[in-house]
Each structure stands twice: as C-alpha cells, then as structure tokens.
C-alpha cells in the first residue's frame, strides 16, 4: 500500500443470528405449511367418513327395522361399492318382504269378506256372529252386556216367486240400510244376515229403551219402501222384531233361543210389532247413583279384587306360563265375588271405566313389589283409558318410578276395536312400554275390512284371537287344507298368536295342527283370585 499508513487491520465475518434468524423463519413457513395442508386433509378425511358414517348409519337403521319388522327402504344409496351393494340387497329383502304381506293381506281379505259377508246385503253373517259373539258375552269383557235386536221376515219365498228377485232385494237391502243408518252409528255394534230372512243386531253397553225407538222407526221405513214398489207386499209379507237384553251369563244358544221366542211373539201379535223382552239381570237393580257409589266405595274400601287367568304355551309334551292376565271382581257388601261382567258394562256408562284401570295398575305395581312374582302379569287398558292423554302420562310416571326387582316383564293389552279407533295413542302407549322393556299385545283380534296395516303401525307383540276365529281363517273347510295367508301376514310381522276361549281338549288339538301353540280359555286353567 504505497503512501498509506497502516492503521490497523479490519476483519468482517457474517453473525450466525442472522442464519438462525431465517432458519427459523423457514421452519415457521414450513410448519404453516404442513398445518394449513394437514388441516385440509383432516377435513377432507372427516367429510369422507361422515358421509361413510352416515352411510353405516342408515345402514344400521335399516337393518334394525328389519330386526323388527319394519317395511323401511333406504332411498339414498350409499356411494362406496361396498355400502351400495349392502344396501341394495336389503332394499331388495325388503321390497320381497312387504310385497309378500301385501299380497297375502289382499288374499286374507278376499277371503274375509266370503266368509263372513253375506253376498246380498254386505253385512255380516251368521258365521262371523257366531265367531265374534263369543268375545262378547265372555264375562271379563266391557261388552259382555247390553242389548239384542233380531228382525224377521215371512213369506220371503213368496215375496220372489211372486215379485221378482229385484223387488225381494230392494226391501232386503232397504232392511240392511236402516240397520246401518239407526244402529251402526252405536259403539261396538255387531250386525249381521243369520240367513235368507233373520238379522240380528248386538248393541253392548246399550239399554232397551233407548233402541225401542229407533227399531220403531227401522220398521216404519221398510214398510214405507215396500208401499213404494208395490202396496200388495203388505198383504202377506210379515215382519216381527224381538229386542231383548243380554248378559255374561248367556250362551250363544240360549241369546239366540231367547231371541226366536221374542220374535215368535212379536209375529203373533202383528205384521209390524217390536216385542221387548227383559232378561233378569241383577245388575239393573241398583239406580246409576247407587252404582256410582257402590264402586267408588269399593275401590275406597279395596274391596275391588284382582283375579289372573293363566296364558300357556304348549310345544311337544312341554307345558309352560307365558303370562298372567289380569282381571277385576267386585266383592260386594254381602261377601259375594262378582265377575267383571257384572259392573264394567255399567262403569263404563258412568265414566269410572279408567279409575279402575288406575286403580288396576297401582294394585298390580304393589303386588309385584310385596310378593315378587317371576310370572309376567298381562293389564288390559280400556278406550277410556287409552284415548287421554294425561292417562298416558301417568302411567309413563308410574313405569318410571316403578323399581323391578327381578327380570318380570309386564304385558299391557287393549281391545282391537280400540286400537282401531284410537290408533295414535295405542302407538303412543306400545313404543312406551317396550321402551321399558315390556311387551304390548291386542286382545279380541280379528282382521278389519281395511286390512292389516294398523299392525305395521301399533307394532303389537302378540295377538290374541277367538279360537272359532282362527279355525275359521287357518283352515279351509271345504278342501281340508289350512290357509297360510293370515299365518304368513302375522309372523311376517314378527307377531305371535295366542288363541282365546278355549273351552274343549279338541280346540286345543285343532289349533295345534295350524300352528298355535298358545292357549288362553276355561280348559286351560280357570279365573282365580290372585
């Protein structure tokens, strides 16, 4: 370095912050980098497994309805091949299940309608009487009493041999229609063509004087169709009507006697006579308030008793319970046990129908507590009953505070005529109890005209059905082959059958070879106390 002084040396070197500092910038970046992307992968794997979930879901739901015989196809099919190949098949099971219940269901129903319709009038006939009256006059029943009404024709062959059969089918029909229009409007009423000249009429829960009147005016208005077609009808067409009343104490062959008496009457006193006759009935000694106060006094004073009729299943030579029905009786004041034939009629006209279901339920509950009984115990709610509300709620609480001490299921029951005319909240009252863990069961089954499919609704767990019903609809008379149509819409259902009114060792047999192999009735075992 000419002309320059050395001053000193100067040495420069890079400070390693600097590199730390744009290490440190990059790992940031690159720690974003791999969040933002790692987040974008997570929601995209989160998103394809909801949907897959979702899909394993509505899987799982479906295949639980199947489970439980439910009719439920999946319409949003899954988009895995996997999923969609399950789901398709199942669509498919249940496709081929529910086109088999309702083919079977139109089957059943055709054959309903021939065997227990008559052709002419439509109304039914003396066969389903004969298979449905049972379930009325049975002493445990609410329609167990009431009133009878039977309407007869002579000279009806003449009437077509000498007027044509248009003329004999439109005073027929005129009958049948003022049937429907005056006495099908009462709860419960039963009306039927016994044969080509006798109709009979069962109206429960109804008193004689009230229908008087109304058969009065059915007369009147046939007569009055007959002076329309031809006034010459008159001069030998004769039409007597008997009405009387029945009760639990009655047979079919002792209503139907009394009933023939009646008209027989009634014929000899005129061409359009009613003719009453009043069956003794001990019941209609007590005015309603006397009645009112005799069963709130009983209830007061428990003198209302529990009764229980076993319900058993036979397979082979083994026998077993399956369940306890209960029952009330009414101990009356002189010590002497009554049926509940004897007062549930006349509770239910005064409205104390479900205070003694409450009262039923709460003596039930304390039982099982007090003794602790293995066998389950079946209750039989009425309409009155079923159809509040608040009666729904109440017994959800009594469920819910009820402590089980052992595995015992309770069974609740109701009539099929209830479950048909209080649909929604018989549904309510059987997913409730199975939500507990019990069983739900319809009483006094029979197939209505619209079919099977409140069934699909109620979800019931069993049925039971009149013994002379069932023979009726399992087993063809005529070809001596039993008809699987109403096996096959019951059990496709998961439903079983309990056969009621079994009163002889050959129902039991006959039953046996159709399928059934539970039993309710007097030859089973008898009402006791409990």
Not at 129 to 145: E, F, N, R, T
Not at 339 to 349: K, L
Not at 432 to 458: C, N, S
């Amino acid at each position: 370095m000419i002309g320059w002084s050395r001053f000193g040396t100067l040495e420069v070197s890079a400070h390693t912050g600097n590199t730390y500092r744009q290490l440190y910038s990059t790992l940031i970046d690159l720690v974003q980098t791999f969040l933002m992307i790692a987040l974008v992968v997570f929601l995209t794997l989160y998103m394809l497994l909801s949907v897959s979930l979702q899909s394993l879901k509505r899987i799982k739901k479906q295949a639980k309805s199947i489970l439980d015989n439910e009719f439920i196809i999946e319409k949003k099919i899954p988009f895995t091949t996997e999923f969609r190949s399950v789901t398709t098949a199942m669509n498919a099971m249940v496709e081929k299940v529910k086109d088999i219940f309702e083919r079977e269901n139109e089957t059943l129903l055709r054959y309903h309608e021939l065997l227990y319709k008559d052709s002419e009038t439509k109304l039914h006939n003396r066969r389903y009487l004969a298979a449905k009256l049972p379930d009325y006059l049975q002493s445990d029943a609410s329609l167990s009493s009431g009133t009878y009404v039977m309407i007869s024709l002579d000279e009806i062959d003449r009437l077509k041999r000498e007027k044509g059969y248009e003329r004999y089918n439109i005073v027929i029909n005129a009958l049948a229609e003022a049937l429907n229009t005056h006495l099908g409007s009462f709860r419960h009423a039963l009306i039927a063509r016994l044969n080509e000249s006798d109709f009979f009429v069962v109206l429960p829960a109804c008193e004689i004087h009230s229908i008087t009147p109304q058969i009065e005016n059915i007369i009147s208005k046939v007569a009055h169709v007959i002076v329309g077609i031809d006034g010459e009808i008159l001069d030998y067409l004769l039409i007597g009507c008997g009405v009387g009343t029945y009760n639990e104490n009655d047979t079919l062959k002792a209503l139907f006697s009394r009933a023939d008496h009646s008209v027989i009457q009634a014929k000899q006193c005129g061409k359009f006579v009613v003719e009453e006759s009043q069956a003794n009935d001990s019941a209609l000694v007590l005015g309603r308030d006397e009645w009112r106060e005799e069963l709130l006094k009983s209830l007061e004073e428990s003198r209302m008793l529990l009764a229980f009729q076993s319900v058993v299943e036979q397979r082979a030579d083994a026998l077993s319970v399956i369940h306890e029905e209960i029952f009330l009786r009414l101990l009356d004041r002189e010590g002497t046990i009554h049926s509940a034939g004897y007062f549930i009629p006349v509770a239910t006209s005064l409205g104390l129908i479900d205070t003694l279901d409450h009262y039923m339920i709460e003596k039930v509950l304390k039982h099982i507590k007090d003794h602790n009984p293995i066998t389950p115990l079946a209750l039989n709610l009425s309409g009155d009953f079923v159809k509040k509300y608040a009666n729904i709620q109440w017994l959800r609480e009594q469920l819910e505070s009820f402590n089980r001490h052992n595995d015992l299921v309770l069974w609740f029951e109701v009539n099929n005529t209830i479950a048909l005319n209080e649909l929604e909240a018989v549904s309510a009252i059987s997913a409730m109890v199975k939500r507990f863990g019990y069983r739900f069961g319809i009483d006094h089954f029979t197939i209505p005209e619209a079919g099977a499919h409140y069934l699909q609704t109620i979800r019931p767990d069993y049925v039971k059905a009149n013994c002379a019903y069932l023979q009726d609809m399992m087993f063809d008379q005529d070809t001596g082959k039993s008809r699987e149509s109403f096996n096959n819409v019951i059990r496709s259902l998961g439903i079983s059958i309990i056969a009621i009114n079994i009163e002889e060792a050959q129902d039991v047999e006959h039953l046996k070879a159709l399928g059934i192999e539970q039993f309710q009735g007097s030859f089973i075992a008898p009402v006791a106390l409990l």
